[in-house]
């Protein structure tokens, strides 16, 4: 079996220039291609870049990003791995040449963009053109508001992209919805945020990401048959684990998102809020028509 540690190569560009380096190499897939990372190298795991496993240090002046691309050398490293008693490859620094010619280099069928989606830690991801302009236009659409709710200035521009690059880089999403909109019926839930939620679990799904759902204590049961049911029709492949949350104690929040409650070891990258009642000023938890609610709602919001 072929495995080892994906070994980088590190290149300081300013960011001013991000987009033009993207640009130069994305389309050069049989060779490095576009980066694998841009930004904070802890992302991948790498702690020091004063102290490469590889080659000398290089150092970056202000303004410049780490930018990542795949090495050939972890080739070397899985053939290593692999104890193979013969292969031929290319040695560090020492790049192994044939007579094949780099001649069908292909389009991308777009324009790559790059974009910052995290400041601490510094992070960038590459979208295409055309798909930045298909979810700009789709937050277009969100903004709009028929019924003149006055949420308009809630919208702030360029959130949904962010978003959306952001889950793509996730590696365990959770996501929490429930909110109890009809507090005298029975079931008191409105009717688009599960939904909304399950389409979201399925998405993830489909791109191999961990995801996992917390809801109040009392839509346990309702959410546990919508997932059911929801595997049963095929909209997910599996089931998702579905957890609720009471705060017990200070390091409630801390245990329920941290392994042992080790901030170091989080079990969730991303959370995704489907419209969840927040907590008021005066420790309360209100619908729209200013209807107390709190009996209803757990402190998922913490």
Not at 22 to 32: D, Q
Not at 176 to 194: A, L, M, Y
Not at 270 to 288: P, Q, R, S, T
Request: net charge negative.
């Amino acid at each position: 079996m072929f495995y080892c540690n994906l070994v980088v190569t590190m290149r300081p560009i300013p960011e001013s220039k991000l987009g033009a380096a993207v640009l130069a190499t994305a389309e050069l897939k049989e060779a490095h291609g576009a980066p694998i990372h841009i930004g904070d190298p802890g992302l991948l795991g790498i702690q020091d870049l004063s102290k490469p496993d590889y080659g000398d240090p290089v150092h970056l002046n202000p303004g410049d990003i780490p930018v990542f691309w795949a090495c050939g050398v972890t080739g070397i490293e899985a053939i290593i791995n692999c104890r193979t008693p013969l292969a031929f490859t290319h040695s560090r620094d020492y790049t192994f040449i044939t007579d094949l010619e780099n001649d069908n280099v292909r389009s991308l069928g777009g324009v790559p963009q790059v974009h910052c989606i995290s400041q601490d830690p510094l992070h960038f991801s590459i979208v295409s053109a055309e798909a930045a302009q298909k979810i700009k236009t789709l937050e277009t659409l969100i903004g709009i508001d028929p019924g003149e709710r006055g949420v308009r200035h809630l919208q702030r521009q360029g959130e949904l992209l962010g978003a959306c690059l952001a889950m793509s880089h996730a590696g365990s999403v959770l996501i929490t919805t429930g909110f109890p909109t009809h507090s005298t019926q029975q079931p008191p839930e409105e009717n688009d945020g599960p939904p909304g939620a399950l389409a979201i679990a399925a998405m993830l799904q489909a791109l191999e990401k961990q995801v996992a759902m917390v809801t109040d204590q009392r839509a346990m049961d309702l959410n546990k048959k919508i997932i059911e049911e929801a595997v049963q029709l095929g909209i997910l492949k599996k089931p998702i684990p579905l957890l609720s949350y009471q705060s017990e104690s200070a390091n409630s929040a801390l245990m329920f998102l941290c392994e042992n409650g080790n901030p170091g070891r989080p079990r969730f990258d991303h959370l995704v809020a489907i419209e969840h009642a927040g907590m008021a000023a005066d420790g309360n938890y209100y619908n729209a028509r200013k209807v107390n609610i709190k009996h209803l709602v757990d402190p998922i919001d913490f």
